[in-house]
Protein backbone atom coordinates (compact mmCIF):
# COMPACT_ATOMS: atom_id res chain seq x y z
CA UNK A 1 0.00 0.00 0.00
CA UNK A 2 1.07 3.60 -1.00
CA UNK A 3 2.24 6.49 1.48
CA UNK A 4 -1.92 7.77 1.19
CA UNK A 5 -3.24 4.24 2.48
CA UNK A 6 -6.34 3.39 1.71
CA UNK A 7 -7.42 7.08 1.04
CA UNK A 8 -5.65 7.09 -2.43
CA UNK A 9 -8.97 6.80 -4.51
CA UNK A 10 -10.46 9.23 -2.14
CA UNK A 11 -7.78 11.56 -3.15
CA UNK A 12 -8.65 11.19 -6.68
CA UNK A 13 -12.46 12.06 -6.15
CA UNK A 14 -11.62 15.12 -4.22
CA UNK A 15 -9.46 16.79 -7.03
CA UNK A 16 -12.43 16.04 -9.60
CA UNK A 17 -15.05 17.22 -7.37
CA UNK A 18 -13.26 20.56 -7.04
CA UNK A 19 -11.91 20.65 -10.20
CA UNK A 20 -15.31 20.80 -11.01
CA UNK A 21 -16.55 23.52 -8.37
CA UNK A 22 -14.04 25.73 -9.84
CA UNK A 23 -14.83 25.11 -13.21
CA UNK A 24 -18.48 26.09 -11.77
CA UNK A 25 -17.12 29.12 -10.79
CA UNK A 26 -15.76 30.35 -14.21
CA UNK A 27 -19.27 28.72 -15.36
CA UNK A 28 -21.36 31.01 -13.50
CA UNK A 29 -19.01 34.50 -14.75
CA UNK A 30 -19.33 33.36 -18.58
CA UNK A 31 -23.06 32.95 -17.78
CA UNK A 32 -23.31 36.68 -16.23
CA UNK A 33 -21.47 37.96 -19.44
CA UNK A 34 -18.03 38.31 -17.30
CA UNK A 35 -14.67 37.21 -19.32
CA UNK A 36 -14.05 34.00 -18.33
CA UNK A 37 -11.40 33.67 -15.09
CA UNK A 38 -9.17 31.33 -16.27
CA UNK A 39 -7.23 30.59 -19.27
CA UNK A 40 -6.67 26.75 -18.00
CA UNK A 41 -7.07 24.85 -14.98
CA UNK A 42 -4.97 21.68 -14.26
CA UNK A 43 -4.98 19.17 -11.29
CA UNK A 44 -2.72 16.14 -9.91
CA UNK A 45 -2.70 14.03 -6.74
CA UNK A 46 1.08 14.31 -5.73
CA UNK A 47 2.79 10.85 -6.79
CA UNK A 48 3.38 8.65 -3.80
CA UNK A 49 7.06 8.47 -4.42
CA UNK A 50 7.13 12.16 -4.76
CA UNK A 51 5.12 12.92 -1.50
CA UNK A 52 7.87 9.89 0.24
CA UNK A 53 10.86 11.95 -0.86
CA UNK A 54 8.60 15.16 0.34
CA UNK A 55 8.23 13.34 3.99
CA UNK A 56 11.80 12.89 3.90
CA UNK A 57 12.67 16.41 3.16
CA UNK A 58 11.17 17.86 5.96
CA UNK A 59 12.36 15.52 7.89
CA UNK A 60 8.27 14.07 8.63
CA UNK A 61 7.38 10.55 9.36
CA UNK A 62 6.91 8.46 6.38
CA UNK A 63 3.25 7.59 7.67
CA UNK A 64 0.02 8.54 5.69
CA UNK A 65 -1.12 11.23 8.95
CA UNK A 66 2.18 13.07 7.57
CA UNK A 67 1.25 12.93 3.64
CA UNK A 68 -2.33 14.19 4.50
CA UNK A 69 -1.85 16.45 7.60
CA UNK A 70 1.67 18.00 7.45
CA UNK A 71 1.66 17.62 3.79
CA UNK A 72 -1.00 20.14 2.52
CA UNK A 73 -0.57 19.67 -1.34
CA UNK A 74 -1.06 15.93 -1.61
CA UNK A 75 -4.10 17.77 -3.72
CA UNK A 76 -3.39 20.10 -6.14
CA UNK A 77 -4.57 22.43 -9.06
CA UNK A 78 -3.29 24.93 -10.78
CA UNK A 79 -5.45 27.57 -11.83
CA UNK A 80 -3.80 29.91 -15.07
CA UNK A 81 -5.03 33.32 -15.90
CA UNK A 82 -4.61 35.60 -19.02
CA UNK A 83 -4.09 38.47 -16.62
CA UNK A 84 -2.98 39.65 -13.53
CA UNK A 85 -6.38 41.04 -12.21
CA UNK A 86 -7.97 37.34 -13.27
CA UNK A 87 -6.15 36.33 -10.34
CA UNK A 88 -7.75 38.53 -8.35
CA UNK A 89 -11.17 37.66 -9.58
CA UNK A 90 -10.34 34.16 -8.55
CA UNK A 91 -9.18 34.97 -5.30
CA UNK A 92 -12.16 37.24 -4.61
CA UNK A 93 -14.50 33.61 -5.74
CA UNK A 94 -12.57 31.17 -3.72
CA UNK A 95 -12.05 33.23 -0.35
CA UNK A 96 -16.40 33.51 -0.90
CA UNK A 97 -17.52 29.82 -1.70
CA UNK A 98 -19.26 28.12 0.71
CA UNK A 99 -17.51 24.21 0.05
CA UNK A 100 -14.13 25.45 1.48
CA UNK A 101 -12.23 27.55 3.80
CA UNK A 102 -8.89 29.10 3.25
CA UNK A 103 -6.13 28.14 6.11
CA UNK A 104 -3.34 29.96 4.01
CA UNK A 105 -2.24 32.68 1.19
CA UNK A 106 1.10 33.20 0.40
CA UNK A 107 1.44 35.75 -1.97
CA UNK A 108 4.45 35.07 -4.08
CA UNK A 109 3.17 37.90 -6.56
CA UNK A 110 3.80 40.77 -4.75
CA UNK A 111 6.71 39.00 -2.77
CA UNK A 112 8.57 37.05 -5.73
CA UNK A 113 10.93 34.76 -4.96
CA UNK A 114 14.67 35.91 -5.09
CA UNK A 115 14.34 33.92 -7.95
CA UNK A 116 12.13 35.12 -9.61
CA UNK A 117 8.96 33.04 -9.00
CA UNK A 118 5.75 34.38 -9.22
CA UNK A 119 2.65 32.69 -8.34
CA UNK A 120 -0.25 32.79 -5.49
CA UNK A 121 -0.64 30.07 -3.81
CA UNK A 122 -3.30 29.18 -1.14
CA UNK A 123 -4.03 25.84 0.93
CA UNK A 124 -7.98 24.94 0.98
CA UNK A 125 -9.61 23.11 4.06
CA UNK A 126 -12.47 21.46 1.73
CA UNK A 127 -15.42 19.44 3.84
CA UNK A 128 -15.97 16.31 1.64
CA UNK A 129 -18.33 12.74 1.84
CA UNK A 130 -15.52 10.74 2.67
CA UNK A 131 -13.89 9.66 6.28
CA UNK A 132 -10.70 11.59 6.79
CA UNK A 133 -7.29 10.54 8.34
CA UNK A 134 -8.20 11.81 11.60
CA UNK A 135 -11.70 9.40 11.26
CA UNK A 136 -13.97 11.78 10.78
CA UNK A 137 -16.80 11.69 8.22
CA UNK A 138 -17.72 13.93 6.22
CA UNK A 139 -14.51 14.42 6.71
CA UNK A 140 -11.81 17.68 6.24
CA UNK A 141 -8.88 17.54 3.11
CA UNK A 142 -6.22 20.20 2.68
CA UNK A 143 -6.24 21.34 -1.57
CA UNK A 144 -3.38 23.66 -2.63
CA UNK A 145 -4.05 25.76 -5.26
CA UNK A 146 -1.65 28.34 -7.05
CA UNK A 147 -2.55 30.72 -9.32
CA UNK A 148 -0.56 32.25 -12.03
CA UNK A 149 -0.68 33.92 -15.30
CA UNK A 150 0.41 32.49 -18.94
CA UNK A 151 3.79 34.43 -18.50
CA UNK A 152 4.56 33.38 -14.82
CA UNK A 153 3.60 30.27 -15.67
CA UNK A 154 5.41 29.37 -18.62
CA UNK A 155 8.55 30.88 -16.73
CA UNK A 156 8.04 27.65 -13.81
CA UNK A 157 7.67 25.37 -16.45
CA UNK A 158 11.16 26.85 -17.83
CA UNK A 159 12.68 27.02 -14.31
CA UNK A 160 11.30 23.89 -13.23
CA UNK A 161 13.01 22.41 -16.47
CA UNK A 162 16.45 23.59 -15.63
CA UNK A 163 16.01 22.73 -11.58
CA UNK A 164 16.01 18.88 -12.51
CA UNK A 165 19.41 18.85 -15.04
CA UNK A 166 22.04 17.52 -13.25
CA UNK A 167 24.99 19.62 -15.46
CA UNK A 168 24.20 23.49 -16.24
CA UNK A 169 27.28 25.19 -17.44
CA UNK A 170 27.30 28.13 -15.73
CA UNK A 171 24.46 28.04 -13.24
CA UNK A 172 25.57 31.46 -11.91
CA UNK A 173 24.68 32.97 -15.18
CA UNK A 174 21.62 30.76 -16.02
CA UNK A 175 19.86 32.12 -12.44
CA UNK A 176 20.88 35.54 -13.52
CA UNK A 177 19.12 35.33 -16.73
CA UNK A 178 16.00 33.49 -15.04
CA UNK A 179 15.36 36.34 -12.70
CA UNK A 180 15.79 39.07 -15.65
CA UNK A 181 13.75 37.15 -17.75
CA UNK A 182 11.27 36.28 -15.10
CA UNK A 183 11.33 40.77 -14.39
CA UNK A 184 10.33 41.28 -18.10
CA UNK A 185 7.84 38.92 -18.06
CA UNK A 186 6.53 40.62 -14.98
CA UNK A 187 6.72 43.36 -16.93
CA UNK A 188 4.95 42.10 -19.82
CA UNK A 189 2.35 41.10 -17.20
CA UNK A 190 1.81 44.91 -16.10
CA UNK A 191 1.72 46.28 -18.96
CA UNK A 192 -1.18 43.88 -20.82
CA UNK A 193 -2.85 45.19 -17.47
CA UNK A 194 -3.02 48.90 -18.22
CA UNK A 195 -3.49 48.60 -21.89
CA UNK A 196 -6.58 46.18 -20.81
CA UNK A 197 -7.56 48.91 -17.79
CA UNK A 198 -6.98 51.76 -20.55
CA UNK A 199 -9.48 50.79 -22.69
CA UNK A 200 -11.64 49.84 -20.29
CA UNK A 201 -11.59 53.19 -19.15
CA UNK A 202 -12.32 54.32 -22.41
CA UNK A 203 -14.97 52.63 -23.65
CA UNK A 204 -16.71 54.04 -20.22
CA UNK A 205 -16.04 57.32 -20.67
CA UNK B 1 39.99 58.96 -20.40
CA UNK B 2 41.41 57.73 -23.93
CA UNK B 3 42.55 61.44 -25.66
CA UNK B 4 43.80 62.12 -28.79
CA UNK B 5 45.57 65.68 -29.23
CA UNK B 6 46.35 67.26 -32.57
CA UNK B 7 48.90 69.76 -32.59
CA UNK B 8 51.48 70.84 -35.29
CA UNK B 9 53.56 72.97 -33.26
CA UNK B 10 56.38 69.96 -32.02
CA UNK B 11 57.19 71.90 -28.25
CA UNK B 12 53.45 72.87 -27.18
CA UNK B 13 52.66 69.27 -28.40
CA UNK B 14 54.78 67.94 -26.13
CA UNK B 15 54.01 69.99 -22.96
CA UNK B 16 50.59 69.18 -23.36
CA UNK B 17 50.83 65.50 -23.96
CA UNK B 18 53.18 65.15 -20.98
CA UNK B 19 50.51 66.92 -18.61
CA UNK B 20 47.93 65.55 -19.44
CA UNK B 21 49.68 61.81 -19.12
CA UNK B 22 50.76 63.30 -15.50
CA UNK B 23 47.01 63.50 -14.71
CA UNK B 24 46.39 60.12 -15.54
CA UNK B 25 45.13 60.30 -19.26
CA UNK B 26 46.29 58.21 -22.26
CA UNK B 27 47.22 60.49 -24.70
CA UNK B 28 47.95 60.05 -28.79
CA UNK B 29 49.33 62.82 -30.63
CA UNK B 30 49.76 63.44 -34.29
CA UNK B 31 50.58 66.55 -36.39
CA UNK B 32 47.82 66.87 -39.04
CA UNK B 33 44.16 66.70 -39.95
CA UNK B 34 44.67 63.77 -42.23
CA UNK B 35 46.50 61.68 -39.30
CA UNK B 36 43.47 62.74 -36.87
CA UNK B 37 40.93 60.92 -39.37
CA UNK B 38 43.20 57.68 -39.64
CA UNK B 39 43.45 57.18 -36.01
CA UNK B 40 40.04 58.41 -35.19
CA UNK B 41 38.41 55.31 -37.74
CA UNK B 42 41.06 53.27 -35.48
CA UNK B 43 40.81 53.97 -31.91
CA UNK B 44 37.94 54.42 -29.33
CA UNK B 45 38.80 58.05 -28.09
CA UNK B 46 36.74 59.94 -25.22
CA UNK B 47 38.31 63.16 -26.29
CA UNK B 48 39.82 64.95 -29.35
CA UNK B 49 41.62 68.39 -28.93
CA UNK B 50 42.48 69.71 -32.56
CA UNK B 51 44.34 72.67 -33.34
CA UNK B 52 42.65 74.84 -36.25
CA UNK B 53 45.74 75.58 -38.23
CA UNK B 54 47.49 72.55 -39.47
CA UNK B 55 49.18 71.39 -42.57
CA UNK B 56 47.76 68.61 -45.01
CA UNK B 57 44.29 68.63 -43.54
CA UNK B 58 43.09 71.79 -40.74
CA UNK B 59 41.56 71.22 -37.69
CA UNK B 60 38.31 71.96 -39.37
CA UNK B 61 38.20 70.02 -42.32
CA UNK B 62 38.95 67.24 -39.93
CA UNK B 63 36.01 67.66 -37.65
CA UNK B 64 33.48 67.57 -40.48
CA UNK B 65 34.93 64.51 -41.70
CA UNK B 66 34.22 62.91 -38.92
CA UNK B 67 31.15 64.45 -38.04
CA UNK B 68 30.19 63.34 -41.25
CA UNK B 69 30.86 59.92 -40.61
CA UNK B 70 28.95 59.64 -37.70
CA UNK B 71 31.62 59.94 -35.03
CA UNK B 72 30.09 62.18 -31.94
CA UNK B 73 33.26 62.06 -29.87
CA UNK B 74 33.65 65.16 -27.50
CA UNK B 75 36.04 67.58 -29.61
CA UNK B 76 37.67 70.67 -28.10
CA UNK B 77 39.48 72.78 -30.73
CA UNK B 78 42.55 75.21 -29.92
CA UNK B 79 41.56 78.70 -32.03
CA UNK B 80 43.67 81.51 -32.42
CA UNK B 81 42.86 84.34 -30.03
CA UNK B 82 41.86 86.82 -32.55
CA UNK B 83 39.67 84.46 -34.64
CA UNK B 84 36.36 84.88 -33.75
CA UNK B 85 35.20 83.33 -37.03
CA UNK B 86 37.51 80.12 -35.86
CA UNK B 87 35.14 79.97 -32.54
CA UNK B 88 32.05 80.18 -34.60
CA UNK B 89 32.57 78.20 -37.39
CA UNK B 90 34.32 75.24 -35.03
CA UNK B 91 30.88 75.62 -32.81
CA UNK B 92 28.94 75.24 -35.95
CA UNK B 93 31.00 72.55 -37.69
CA UNK B 94 30.66 70.10 -34.41
CA UNK B 95 33.26 70.95 -31.73
CA UNK B 96 31.84 71.17 -28.24
CA UNK B 97 34.25 73.54 -26.40
CA UNK B 98 37.19 75.91 -27.47
CA UNK B 99 40.45 77.28 -25.90
CA UNK B 100 42.13 80.23 -27.26
CA UNK B 101 45.84 80.33 -27.77
CA UNK B 102 47.75 81.32 -25.30
CA UNK B 103 45.67 79.08 -22.93
CA UNK B 104 47.03 77.77 -19.42
CA UNK B 105 47.48 74.29 -18.81
CA UNK B 106 45.68 74.50 -15.76
CA UNK B 107 42.55 75.74 -17.34
CA UNK B 108 42.71 72.73 -19.95
CA UNK B 109 43.20 69.63 -17.37
CA UNK B 110 40.31 71.57 -15.61
CA UNK B 111 38.10 71.34 -18.92
CA UNK B 112 39.36 67.70 -18.66
CA UNK B 113 38.14 67.00 -15.31
CA UNK B 114 34.78 68.83 -15.92
CA UNK B 115 34.23 66.98 -18.67
CA UNK B 116 34.85 63.73 -17.20
CA UNK B 117 32.73 64.51 -14.28
CA UNK B 118 29.84 65.10 -16.66
CA UNK B 119 30.27 62.02 -18.27
CA UNK B 120 30.78 59.38 -15.41
CA UNK B 121 29.56 60.82 -12.10
CA UNK B 122 26.15 63.00 -13.93
CA UNK B 123 24.69 60.09 -15.92
CA UNK B 124 25.07 56.90 -12.99
CA UNK B 125 24.21 53.90 -13.96
CA UNK B 126 22.28 53.61 -10.55
CA UNK B 127 20.13 56.06 -8.94
CA UNK B 128 18.06 55.76 -5.20
CA UNK B 129 14.87 57.46 -4.84
CA UNK B 130 12.72 57.36 -1.63
CA UNK B 131 11.89 53.25 -1.57
CA UNK B 132 13.19 52.90 -5.20
CA UNK B 133 16.07 51.16 -6.62
CA UNK B 134 16.95 52.58 -10.44
CA UNK B 135 19.26 50.56 -12.64
CA UNK B 136 19.25 52.53 -15.92
CA UNK B 137 21.96 49.61 -17.55
CA UNK B 138 19.75 46.92 -16.84
CA UNK B 139 16.21 49.02 -16.83
CA UNK B 140 15.48 47.22 -13.61
CA UNK B 141 13.33 48.89 -11.21
CA UNK B 142 13.63 47.51 -7.48
CA UNK B 143 12.11 48.30 -4.36
CA UNK B 144 10.41 44.93 -2.53
CA UNK B 145 10.23 43.50 -5.81
CA UNK B 146 11.78 44.03 -9.35
CA UNK B 147 10.95 44.71 -12.38
CA UNK B 148 12.12 45.47 -15.83
CA UNK B 149 11.81 48.83 -17.56
CA UNK B 150 11.48 49.57 -21.36
CA UNK B 151 13.99 52.69 -22.86
CA UNK B 152 11.43 55.03 -22.49
CA UNK B 153 10.23 53.96 -19.06
CA UNK B 154 13.66 54.05 -17.94
CA UNK B 155 14.80 57.65 -19.20
CA UNK B 156 11.52 58.92 -17.85
CA UNK B 157 11.53 57.81 -14.57
CA UNK B 158 15.42 59.01 -14.45
CA UNK B 159 14.22 62.30 -15.80
CA UNK B 160 10.90 62.26 -12.74
CA UNK B 161 14.11 61.18 -10.15
CA UNK B 162 16.38 64.31 -10.94
CA UNK B 163 13.32 66.38 -10.60
CA UNK B 164 11.46 64.75 -7.73
CA UNK B 165 8.88 66.86 -6.56
CA UNK B 166 8.67 69.85 -9.07
CA UNK B 167 5.78 70.06 -11.43
CA UNK B 168 6.93 68.79 -15.01
CA UNK B 169 4.49 68.83 -17.89
CA UNK B 170 4.41 66.44 -20.58
CA UNK B 171 5.85 68.16 -23.23
CA UNK B 172 8.71 68.77 -21.05
CA UNK B 173 8.80 64.84 -20.40
CA UNK B 174 8.11 64.38 -23.81
CA UNK B 175 11.47 65.98 -24.71
CA UNK B 176 13.63 64.29 -22.30
CA UNK B 177 12.86 60.96 -23.33
CA UNK B 178 12.35 61.19 -27.45
CA UNK B 179 13.96 64.59 -28.33
CA UNK B 180 12.61 66.42 -31.41
CA UNK B 181 12.09 64.53 -34.11
CA UNK B 182 10.12 61.78 -33.36
CA UNK B 183 6.62 60.99 -33.85
CA UNK B 184 5.83 60.72 -30.03
CA UNK B 185 3.05 62.92 -28.87
CA UNK B 186 1.76 63.36 -25.25
CA UNK B 187 -0.40 60.28 -25.38
CA UNK B 188 2.86 57.95 -25.31
CA UNK B 189 4.33 60.06 -22.55
CA UNK B 190 0.66 59.28 -20.44
CA UNK B 191 0.77 55.73 -21.50
CA UNK B 192 4.23 55.82 -20.10
CA UNK B 193 3.04 57.38 -17.00
CA UNK B 194 0.16 54.30 -16.50
CA UNK B 195 3.08 51.99 -17.00
CA UNK B 196 5.32 53.20 -14.32
CA UNK B 197 2.65 53.89 -11.98
CA UNK B 198 1.34 50.02 -12.47
CA UNK B 199 5.02 48.99 -12.22
CA UNK B 200 5.69 50.99 -8.88
CA UNK B 201 2.30 49.19 -7.38
CA UNK B 202 3.27 45.87 -8.89
CA UNK B 203 6.76 46.10 -6.50
CA UNK B 204 4.96 47.39 -3.47
CA UNK B 205 6.89 50.45 -4.10
CA UNK B 206 5.57 53.38 -2.03
CA UNK B 207 6.35 56.38 -4.42
CA UNK B 208 3.90 57.68 -6.75
CA UNK B 209 3.61 59.89 -9.91
CA UNK B 210 1.06 62.85 -9.06
CA UNK B 211 -0.77 64.51 -12.22
CA UNK B 212 -3.59 63.77 -14.45
CA UNK B 213 -3.80 62.72 -17.77
CA UNK B 214 -2.39 65.60 -19.79
CA UNK B 215 -0.07 66.59 -16.94
CA UNK B 216 1.85 67.77 -15.26
CA UNK B 217 3.30 64.97 -13.26
CA UNK B 218 5.26 65.42 -10.00
CA UNK B 219 7.14 62.16 -8.56
CA UNK B 220 6.82 62.24 -4.43
CA UNK B 221 7.92 59.60 -2.04
Request: charged content about 30%.
Amino acid sequence: MSIYGPYEDTLNAILIDVKQRIEELNNRQVVANQPKLYEHLIGRVKTPTSMVEKCHRKNYPVTTEAALRQCRDAIGLRIVCNFVSDISRCLKLVRQADWCTVVKEKDYITNAKPNGYRSYHLILDVVEPYQDVDGHLPGHFFVEIQLRTIAMDSWASLEHEIKYKHHVKDPERISKELKRCADQLASCDVQMQTIRQLVQEGESE
Amino acid sequence: MKILLAEDEVQLARVLKMAMATSGYEVDTVDNGKKVVDLASQNAYDVMILDIMMPVKSGLEALKELRAHGDQTYVIMLTAMAEEDDKVNGLDAGADDYLTKPFSLKELLARLRSLERRTKDYQKDEMDFNDLHLNSGEQVLESHNSISLSREETQMLQYLILNAGKELSADDLRQHVWGDGDEADNGDVWINICYLRHKLESIQSQTHIDGEKGGPYTLAG
